[in-house]
């Protein structure tokens, strides 16, 4: 998709950075200039600190950072489904992909109609407890359910069904869920397959598993059932890297294809492989 299906009629546009680096800070309220000169209002905040108020009547979003700044700030504004554009400055990360040097371009293309835009998918993610829901997440990288951090800690016991069929009983460290955009993130780094962000998959990638067959799987986009089985142990869920929810025996996390898409700018100048082939050091 380009920027010309988006850009009609914006008023208000969100641009984030960073909380702590000035020049992620000073690119943030050069591109909110850059859109207050073409009359649109543009409102500055650390991606931590973003309000639902701050969200109301925005068209499109601005990220000056790196990919944990992209989440971070789709944390707050999620589910308004609108474009973002991430200007990057992190180090290894597949998500904001218009270099800092390259922000008013990035801008100009937004306006001219040429900036592309990859629609990304996104997990539904939601905790019951005694037939009860308790916690609903979302999440465009991945869900992950693991033990507590302690180099002492036991596997965990997790039963997973695929549209309401057994699957499998995993004893591992922990389970990535994660999307095609995750695919490059922690699930990658567990072993998982990388998978082309504009599919429609879920990978499922176990932490170290205590059992050398259970391998990472692609499937398509189901009714997700984890059953966590009786252990002596804390173990949570987290969404991206979020703060985690701690589970109890019993508890089921249901988690599908969320109805609302991401819309991630594209590099201005590389194709996904060649940025795939730069971070990776092929």
Not at 105 to 114: C, I, L, P, T, Y
Not at 190 to 202: K, N, T
Not at 242 to 269: A, C, F, M, Q, W
Request: proline share 5%; net charge positive; charged share 25%.
């Amino acid at each position: 998709m380009l920027s010309s299906d988006f850009n009609k009629n914006i008023k208000r546009v969100l641009v984030s950075y960073k909380k702590g680096a000035e020049e992620a800070l000073k690119s943030a309220n050069y591109v909110c200039r850059l859109f207050k000169q073409n009359g649109i209002e543009g409102i500055v905040r650390p991606s931590m600190g973003i309000t639902h108020s701050d969200t109301k009547g925005v068209g499109l979003v601005v990220v000056c950072g790196g990919d944990g700044t992209l989440l971070i700030t789709l944390g707050k504004i999620f589910p308004l489904e609108v474009p973002i554009i991430g200007i990057d400055f992190g180090t290894l990360g597949f998500l904001v992909e218009v270099p800092e040097r390259k922000k008013k371009e990035a801008v100009e293309r937004f306006f001219d109609g040429s900036l592309e835009f990859i629609p990304r998918m996104t997990l539904n993610i939601e905790v019951f407890r005694k037939s009860k829901s308790i916690e609903k997440l979302v999440s465009l990288n991945e869900a992950t359910i693991a033990r507590e951090k302690s180099i002492h800690a036991r596997v965990i016991n997790l039963t997973v069904s695929v549209n309401g069929a057994w699957l499998n009983d995993f004893r591992a460290d922990g389970l990535i869920i994660a999307t095609p955009t995750g695919s490059t993130a922690y699930s990658l780094s567990a072993g998982g397959p990388i998978v082309q962000p504009e599919m429609d998959a879920f990978i499922l990638t176990p932490i170290c598993p205590h059992t050398l067959s259970n391998r990472p799987l692609i499937i398509n986009p189901c009714e997700l059932k984890i059953k966590i089985l009786p252990q002596e142990r804390d173990i949570f869920i987290s969404a991206d890297g979020r703060e985690g929810l701690k589970l109890y025996d019993g508890d089921e996390v249901i988690i599908n294809k969320h109805p609302s898409k991401v819309y991630l700018s594209t590099s201005l100048d590389y194709d996904y492989w060649n940025i795939l082939r730069t971070k990776l050091n092929w």
